[in-house]
């Protein structure tokens, strides 16, 4: 990021010079995003086809045109990463993309252990659920289940999912979830966790059965900082620095104790029955569902890499 990028303080603007598709074809790979509608930012282009302009006076009609450049240039970006993975991992025949190993032709109701619930047969049966019928609002805290949540709930309305994004902020999604619920008295509202983030936040618990509030908070459980742990799996030759969490913490007794309905699941058969059980509670409930510590996310990109790098498991079993 520029060391100055406010347009109060003159900071600089970044503008294409050439906008032809094929001359941008490196646009994956830099960085690139619209701010606030105030200002450009953009990483380098090897093809040189970004300049850095400092401007001392931005009038109003420049900045609209800059905002529709900024605006230009991020879809053009999602474009062609889109039409990377188009490329890689082929079309579904409603529009969504067939990621190899995820798609509807995958047996979701295996896992790597029989004996733990599978994080894509949870998230489906929470679309399946008696009342959400695919109409929840879902929200996520930070890490593995936060993609899935996107890759495998599928969503039917704008503004149902909220995340951070790639914020990282680890402890959004249960305050997030109170407010959703508050704002959507009408609306079954399910914040997705991990047993990571919900240890940043769980005392808010006590907030939600205060709020008295029927919201859903469903941790998946797999005693590690999973999204951490996959990246020293694939990359750091499995040596796992502070990311293993065994230990005692019961969370079904912390959620009891705040005074709030709590379940455990540990079976893929128990997955449904304990949704049914809590959206038909009026009132908050948390279900700790417990998964695999070595369930991944994919398709994923290696550090220092472009999309066009992207993999799956798939390429690592070749």
Known sequence: MHPRTSLQNHGPLVFLRQTRANQVQGLGKGQLGLLAGFHILAGHHPGGNFVVAQEDHIGHADLIRIVHLGLELLLLGIKLDADILRAKFGRKADGGFQIVGHGDDHDISRGHNAVFVQHALLVQHIE????????????????????????YYKYKQPRTLLTSGGLGTMGYGLGAAIGAQIANPDKQVINIAGDGCFRMNMNEIATAVRCGKPLIEIVLNNHVLGMVRQWQTLFYGERYSATVLHDKVDFCKVAE????KAIRVTKKEEVMPALQEAVDYHGPVVIECIIDD?????????????????FDEADINK
């Open 128 to 151: 399946q659920a008696r009342q959400t019928n695919g109409d929840a609002i879902m929200v996520t805290e930070v890490g593995q289940h936060q993609m899935w949540a996107a890759q």
């Open 257 to 260: 104790g705040l005074g709030c």
């Open 294 to 310: 070595d369930d991944k996310v994919f398709p994923m990109v290696a550090p220092g890499s472009s999309i066009a790098e992207v």
